[in-house]
């Protein structure tokens, strides 16, 4: 049996599949043994209550989607008290994702959710900086590494950047988070979008823009993962579009150490579990004993131009 | 279609949230049939562990992709009846868009990917003793299996069918099948508007003793028994709709408000609902 | 007769349909009257002779493509002689899409395609600037801005900014151009992806990193010309994914006062002039009289929660 | 299969530039059919329009959208034949992957979008009086029409067929049917590598006064041929493949390198090809 065991950081996951965030909740607990994860990730909460964005939050577009869904989140103290203790039935670790509007409040939030039961935070910084004219922090290496470094020094735990595809800064932004001491990045959130019906003229999303996820952003996310698992030399962990082994490998071959997978739990609830069994018939298949004699295995083909043989 | 509805017995979903109680299967398609010219009937084939359902809950049918239609996410259909005996569902759908679109297309034998069943169906409380039914359109798919479980409960009801034209009404001789008085209305006969339904859903108060609502398909409706019911002291219930992505409550897509005790709250349509106390809809 | 008619600065278009630079060609000719659309546009030239990327320079992903053509180009010289004459034989206006590696080279090159048949140049900033490590001009507002301005000063021809979906910044570039004299905005060029083979491990294109086009680039493109649209006041010409009349009205309704096919000429080399047939059929089904009619309409949704009426 | 293949005159078809020789066609499928494990006849009713054609021209398919199989971009196919009294169509094709893997479940009277006839066919100059065909795979199938006009121009005709195992031998009828001395050399009987091939070859150009070669399929054989023209001074074409976008010479993806007067020119495997002189391949 093939070793799916993968580290990131000082975490050791018993296999590279998990959820990405806001994606996935306790709910799914109904679907399947969620202990079957690599680990679980919990949708993005903020310290304070908050609303979310105006209805419809989602649509679909040309074999992808969209969603303003928005943060809205019931606070820290109720996930505190709710949500991780859930969490702590299951051996998968378990990383919360976090965000706030300014780097001292992403310090201090870090600092209150590192509690017994956290493996890891995983920090949303595609939400709009308050001090950057409401510009997202994950647009620019400047912000990125102001909030991973006054976090650094707030908690202990593993940090994880979930960086942006929005931006035109993806490898600065890496590398401005590895040297504020992110343990690990999450590549990527999902990509500024926009739909209108043009029957009706009306915008799709009650929001008007949102981020699109599924098939349709595999291409830019994973040019992204193998942009930043060669310039960093933390882990990489690979997001966007993430439905079939193919995909997984695809990541994982670009550079990827673990992969989170999205909008396919909406498509197919029971997508993680299945992808773990896939992948470890892949291995097999290929003879290979570990997922780590993928990674990063990507072959750039050289300039010579060869004829098809046909046989 | 008189099928005998398999209802959870006390146990609502939430309570136990670890057991795996909701499932990703491949159906097979027994029969499609048009029930006129917009609404299709679908009868799937379908294993034990998804007909443990509720009236009022729903599944999310993963469409299939064709040559005219690409369907992404999934789309939530109510259960318009489930028969554990013959290990049958169904579905009682308006072929409306692309995800309608594909799913007029499949054939018996074809296979269907469904997730359920999901949601909070229908509660009739002890106290609600003479149900009044109002639905419109496809609302009338949601509460078929409602009407099914008052004859189940012996509980002798009162229906109103609401339609565009007398064409689009459907499911009334099932609704009188489980034992209901159904009166329909249809915008054609100029019966269907709330002026007119007002004073006659008034007199079913006074001549029935009505003492609840249920009501699914219309948004006019839903507020014209908001009022009736506040007016009357009549509680009642809404299964509602709402874009979804997840269906299992993961994602937060598809919430709407809601009157609480502590001010607005939103609720998720596919977790919460989408069966909803009629008076806190907001 | 609905009136096609569109208006890009002092250019009037006969109707909104154009072809996107580097997915049109004489060659085209075989196949349809090229009279028939409003704009002609060619493929970027350099200056001086340039050799493109290595091949595979093509692939297909999930219901798009990534291309890594680069620009090869048989230079200006070649280009005067043979191209423009070849488009003197149409009505509709040439519009040639340059390319260099400097602010100064782009206006001396501006000035040199300045020449009796042109009716306007795209200019394409989306190559590297050699004053800016090699950062493409269109990824900051600066850069942009420099490179119109100069060009601005050489020439009187109209001037499209051709933009990249790359960059963070898409507003602050839209209005550095607009600042900087651009008569018109093209929104967009195609965006960084990837593609690997899982089966060999191979990245599927020969540069390794491509250009994403087709419909899977339409939503971030489309938001990108209802920012555009909103930003500035000089017309906004849509591009990225387009192959039906639904996304060409999209495009209009989102704010593009003109759009351009790409990828989809390749897919069907007939999609231009069925677009022309269908638009027009669409604004008489509509009871339009005008394509201006459609342009800016978008409809924003208040917030209000809305229960579906059945009927 | 024994079409008669329409030939253009003189023009080729990038002397006039500006009519409208290029079309893109919806064509019924008449037959689909397995000529061996791996590869597939398909013949479509096609429109005279697209019938005006060369041996070596191609056209681009777009292949349907299926349930397993989502090509997006088309796929370029050699002319297998083209006969324009029955206004028929055929490719032999090998079943590779999403876009051929789509393309075979094509049945009767389904239709496939085509876009052709492209690019340059081949050209028997008029000193090669005694061509010799090497094909290997599928690289039959462009060679066909090929040896059918070496028949209607009676020049005496051999041809070496190439293939990994006997079963995979394809065409050899056809190509005795137009008159060729066909010999078969296959991978498990040891005889097709450059080695054995050379001295074959060799003797042929002594024994028959091989004047011009033509290939397609095999890199291997092409270098082979290459060397062997260089030495003896023999001429000749090759059928070249590439990656395409558009097919028609717009988008600069399927170039290859060549040797030119001044030095090396990347050309355009769609328009300037896919029959290139052999001895300017790179
Ligand atoms: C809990 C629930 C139960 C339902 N039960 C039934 C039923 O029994 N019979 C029936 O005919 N219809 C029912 N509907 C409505 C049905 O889901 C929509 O008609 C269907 O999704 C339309 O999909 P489409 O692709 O054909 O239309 P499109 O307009 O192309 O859909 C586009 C998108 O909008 C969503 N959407 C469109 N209309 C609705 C709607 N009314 N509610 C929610 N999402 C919508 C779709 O799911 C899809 O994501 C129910 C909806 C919900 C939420
Ligand atoms: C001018 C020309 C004529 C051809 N004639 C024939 C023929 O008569 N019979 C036949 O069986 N095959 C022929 N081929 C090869 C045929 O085009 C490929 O086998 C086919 O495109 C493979 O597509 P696929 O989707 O099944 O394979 P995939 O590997 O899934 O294709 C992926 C992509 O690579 C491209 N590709 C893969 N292999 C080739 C190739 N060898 N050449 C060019 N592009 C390729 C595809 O077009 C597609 O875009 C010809 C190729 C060219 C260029
Ligand atoms: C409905 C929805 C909600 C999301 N919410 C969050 C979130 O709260 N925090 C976050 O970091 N990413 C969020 N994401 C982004 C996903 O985690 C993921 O990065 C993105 O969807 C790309 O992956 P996918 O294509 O597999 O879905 C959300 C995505 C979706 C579709
Ligand atoms: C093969 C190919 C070559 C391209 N070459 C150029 C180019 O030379 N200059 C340019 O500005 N854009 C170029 N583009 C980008 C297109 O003009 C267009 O912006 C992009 O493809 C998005 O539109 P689409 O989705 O309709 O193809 C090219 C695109 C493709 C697919
Ligand atoms: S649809 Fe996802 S939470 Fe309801
Ligand atoms: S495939 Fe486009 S130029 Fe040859």
Chains 1, 3 share one sequence.
């Not at chain 2, 189940?152 to 009334?172: H, N, V, W």
């Not at chain 2, 269906?247 to 937060?252: A, E, K, R, S, V």
Request: net charge negative; charged share 20%; aromatic share 6%.
């Amino acid at each position: 049996m093939a070793d799916l065991t993968t580290r990131i950081g000082a975490l050791v996951l018993k296999n590279p599949i998990m959820p990405a965030s806001g994606t996935f909740s306790e709910e799914l607990a109904e679907v399947f043994d969620l202990d079957c994860l690599g680990a679980h990730v919990t949708k993005t909460i903020t310290q304070g209550k908050r609303a979310g964005n105006p209805v419809p939050r989602v649509c679909e577009v040309n074999g992808a989607m969209l969603n303003s869904i928005g943060i809205p989140s019931k606070g820290a103290e109720w996930f505190l008290q709710n949500t991780v203790p859930f969490y702590a039935d299951y051996d998968a670790p378990l990383v919360i994702s976090i965000s706030a509007n300014s780097a001292d409040e992403f310090a201090r939030f870090a600092e209150e959710v590192s509690v017994p039961g956290v493996a890891a935070i995983e920090v949303n910084i595609s939400c709009p900086n308050v001090e950057d004219h409401g510009k997202a922090f994950a647009m620019r290496p400047g912000p990125t590494g102001d909030v991973i470094r006054k976090m650094r020094s707030a908690t202990d735990l593993p940090l994880w950047a979930k960086l942006s595809p929005n931006t035109g800064e993806v490898v600065e932004v890496a590398q401005a988070a590895e040297a504020a001491g992110a343990d690990a990045l999450v590549t990527a959130n999902t990509m500024l979008a926009m739909a209108i019906d043009s029957a009706t003229g009306r915008a799709r999303l009650g929001n008007v823009m949102g981020g699109l996820s599924g098939p349709a952003l595999k291409p830019i996310t994973l040019r992204m993962t193998y942009q930043c698992a060669r310039a960093v030399s933390i882990p990489v962990i690979g997001c966007g579009g993430i439905s079939t082994v193919d995909d997984v490998l695809e990541y994982l071959i670009a550079g990827a150490r673990a992969v989170q997978v999205g909008t396919a739990t909406f498509i197919s609830p029971t997508t993680m579990p299945r992808l773990i069994g896939e992948l470890e018939q892949e291995l097999e298949e290929r003879g290979l004993t570990s997922v780590d004699a993928l990674i990063g295995s990507v072959d750039i083909a050289d300039e010579a131009i060869t004829l098809a043989e046909y046989a | 279609m008189p099928a005998s509805l398999c209802v959870v017995s006390d146990s609502a979903p939430t309570a136990a949230p670890v057991r795996h109680s909701v499932n990703e299967v491949d159906c097979r398609v027994k029969a499609h049939e048009w029930v006129n010219g917009q609404y299709r009937l679908l009868t799937l084939s379908a294993p034990c562990s998804v007909l443990d359902c509720q009236p009022g809950q729903f599944f999310h049918l993963l469409c299939p992709q064709t040559d005219r239609f690409h369907p992404y996410l999934r789309r939530p259909m109510s259960i318009y009846s489930c028969n554990r005996e013959k290990g049958e569902l169904t579905f009682l759908y308006k072929v409306a868009g692309e995800g309608t679109g594909a799913l007029a297309g499949l054939e018996t034998g074809d296979v269907l990917n469904i997730v359920g069943p999901l949601g909070q169906g229908f509660e009739i409380r002890p106290e609600w003793r003479r149900p009044l039914l109002i639905a419109r359109g496809v609302g009338l798919a949601t509460l078929a299996p409602l009407a099914q479980e008052c004859a189940r409960l012996r509980l002798p009801l009162t229906a109103i069918c609401s339609a565009r034209a007398p064409d689009l009404l459907m499911s009334t001789n099932l609704f009188r099948s489980f034992g209901a008085e159904v009166i329909t209305v249809t915008d054609t006969e100029g019966n269907s508007d709330t002026e007119s339904l007002t004073p006659l859903i008034e007199g079913l108060i006074r001549s029935r003793g009505i003492d609840a609502f249920f009501t699914c398909g219309s948004a006019r409706l839903m507020r014209m028994l908001q009022e009736i019911g506040a007016r009357h002291g009549i509680g009642g219930q809404v299964a509602l709709e709402q874009h979804m992505a997840c269906g299992i409550g993961m994602c937060q897509a598809c919430v709407r408000p809601f009157r609480r005790e502590d001010g607005a709250v939103n609720l998720r349509v596919c977790r919460e609902g989408p069966v909803f106390d009629l008076q806190e809809v907001l």
